[in-house]
């Protein structure tokens, strides 16, 4: 059984306490805009749903990217408590070995294994697929959490601009690989971490590289809004092979990811740390999806509840579009 609840955070003051001299509009323009900002702050994450399961994982195999720190490693400790193997796929091997030891520490009798990954790297990918495919009978999670984020302008080793290639590019081109092995274990499910921001995306498929002109911010949007495009349309094309998918938004969270943002917004962050979301709390929409049973795929998660598709994410041609485009960057076939 699972269940969460809501922690409130604004209520309406009773009409006495407004005092008398106080005119009604005044009182009503008061409660709208407290109203209003209630809305937002919960619109950006800022308010936390606190969840907890009981369903154990025993037998089960989970990959978790990017687990090494954040929001991934949080996760990773959840599924190995819940007694799944759980495979640590980070390009850092020695903070990934660190976090195996951390997790080891805190989880009796935890099974967790580091395996390197490089997202930038398609040959990186290629020979984690196949160490994959050589130690593991099954697998039935698959987290694509790990994620770059407003960083200077770069490439992946294959030329890729690095936050499109390594948010959307990398795990569309990992889930490819593994996508035998999620059947022959079915029931399994993916899930993609995307972001709050993503509704501020757009696909520019005549600049998918950034290569004629490049914001940080730009690029970033357009990386989160190709993994739920990605979700829905992988959701369409397994459901049959009983593979369900799933898109989440973690919230605004305090993690190492925030390093390149500029120093104003660090600041803002670091002060209003008490507002942000631990990376604890961060990974409960991804554990919801992980363990809750008879969820819809292709759906997208927030504060551990569905929520509505933005209008640029629930845009079938472009997800249908992004898809080809993906699969002729990667020269691959996936029907």
Request: hydrophobic content about 40%.
């Amino acid at each position: 059984m699972s269940h969460y609840q809501t922690i409130s955070i604004v209520e309406e003051p009773p009409k006495e306490w407004l005092g008398a001299t106080r005119s009604q509009t005044q009182a009503k323009d008061d409660d709208n805009t407290a109203r209003e900002s209630t809305n937002v702050a919960t619109k950006i994450g800022l308010f936390t749903k606190s969840w907890s399961s009981d369903i154990q994982l025993d037998g089960k195999t989970a990959i978790v990217t990017g687990a090494n720190s954040g929001i991934g490693k949080e996760t990773a400790k959840d599924l190995a408590k819940r007694g799944a193997r759980v495979i640590l796929a980070c390009r850092d091997v020695e903070k990934a070995e660190q976090a195996a030891s951390d997790i080891s520490r805190d989880v009796e009798n935890a099974i967790v294994v580091v395996r390197k990954l490089d997202l930038a790297d398609t040959k990186s990918i290629c020979d984690f697929a196949e160490l994959i495919y050589n130690t593991e009978k099954s697998l039935h999670l698959l987290i694509n959490n790990a994620g770059v984020a407003i960083c200077p302008y770069s490439t992946t080793a294959d030329g890729f601009e690095t936050q499109f290639g390594v948010n959307h590019l990398g795990h569309f081109f990992l889930t490819f690989l593994l996508m035998d092995l999620l059947k022959h274990s079915a029931p399994s499910r993916v899930i993609n971490v995307s972001s709050l921001v993503h509704p501020m995306g757009k696909i520019h498929f005549e600049d998918l590289n950034s290569e004629k002109s490049y914001h940080p911010v730009k690029a970033y949007v357009q990386s989160k809004l190709a993994n739920i495009l990605f979700t829905r349309e992988l959701a369409s094309r397994v459901e049959e092979m009983g593979v369900s998918v799933y898109a989440v938004d973690p919230g605004l969270v305090k993690t190492e990811i925030i390093r390149h943002l500029k120093k104003p917004l660090q600041f803002f962050v670091k002060t209003f740390g008490f507002l942000i979301k631990t990376s604890a709390e961060g990974a409960y929409t991804t554990l919801y999806c992980a363990v809750t049973p008879d969820l819809p795929t292709g759906t997208y998660y927030s504060n551990c509840a569905m929520a509505p598709y933005s209008r640029a994410a629930n845009d079938d041609k472009t997800a249908s579009r992004l898809w080809a485009v993906s699969c002729h960057l990667l020269g691959i076939r996936w029907k």
